[in-house]
């Protein structure tokens, strides 16, 4: 575990250090020795797979001051029946492979869900795809975007990764994870999620335009998939009436997913009413479902 918290410090400090306002134009010095601040966990939702790799280090996109980010939250209606939770659970499958210990609970219990798929996932798991096209009363299928890439208009890095950067690559990014989905037989997809779950405020108008709902969430389930099966399971099973859970279908070999389907079960246990966001009511912030 502590090596993940590491490996997550470290993957959070870029975005840390352009949250601070250092651009690297104006005071490279500075931005150089700064300290690495530590974000917290629940504040990366939407990374799994992003990993440093060893490809030698690339400079870092510039930022604009002015670019705000934000990270919607979406609720669905509440059933207001006690005992009887309202919950959506959402799963995002950013690239990588298909994890089994979710994939099989969700089928066997008969649990609903709304999976975000991208193109590159798609591409390399036909199988998993196969089960979700094969159960259309339990996954609705909805756009994760082509590569993974954070749907933000201008050039600034997210988690260590670099954004899309202009709207024309925002475009490119929501209708090439749509074109491929459509390619697999998906029906078209209403929602998007884009890559760590950030956005600016126009990049929403934009995807908006497309025709999408934008996809936020009310608990962070995973952290990005890199916590450990105890945190993550105690953090999706407290879900309440009308909360809509993030979390990861694409990282097999990471403990999260182990609490992911445990909480699953703890969640049916208790009398959840499971539903995908096709399904009901949902409300979001930031202009992105109204
Ligand atoms: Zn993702």
Request: hydrophobic share 40%.
């Amino acid at each position: 575990m502590k090596n993940l918290v590491l490996a997550s410090a470290l993957l959070l400090a870029p975005v840390a250090t352009a949250a601070a306002g250092q651009t690297a134009t104006i005071q490279p010095v500075v931005a150089a020795t700064m300290p690495a601040p530590v974000v917290p966990l629940s504040s990366n939702p939407g990374t799994a797979n992003t990993a440093p790799k060893a490809a030698p280090r690339q400079t870092p996109p510039k930022q604009t001051s002015s670019t705000k980010l934000v990270e919607p939250h979406l609720r669905v209606a509440r059933s207001e029946i006690k005992g009887h939770a309202r919950v959506a659970l959402t799963f995002d499958a950013c690239m990588g492979k298909a994890d089994e210990r979710i994939l099989s609970v969700l089928v066997s219990e008969r649990i609903p869900a709304t999976i975000f798929v991208t193109a590159r996932w798609l591409k390399h798991n036909p199988q998993a795809l196969q089960v979700m096209l094969a159960n259309p009363d339990l996954f609705e299928l909805e756009n994760h975007g082509q590569n993974h890439i954070p749907a933000v208009d201008k050039p600034v890095s997210i988690y260590g990764i670099a954004s899309a950067g202009s709207p024309e690559a925002v475009r490119l990014e929501v209708q090439g994870g749509a074109d491929a989905m459509l390619a697999s037989g998906i029906p078209a997809p209403r929602w998007f999620r884009g890559s760590t779950a950030k956005y600016d405020l126009s990049s929403i108008a934009q995807i908006r335009a497309m025709g999408y709902r934008i996809a936020g969430y009310s608990v962070n389930g995973d952290g990005g998939s890199l916590l450990g099966a105890a945190i993550t399971e105690k953090r999706i099973s407290s879900a309440k009436d009308g909360d809509v859970v993030i979390s990861h279908i694409n990282q097999p070999t990471h403990a999260a997913g182990e609490g992911v389907a445990k909480a699953i079960l703890d969640l049916k246990a208790k009398g959840t009413e499971f539903v995908r966001l096709q399904d009901v009511e949902d409300r979001g912030d930031d202009d992105t479902t109204e």
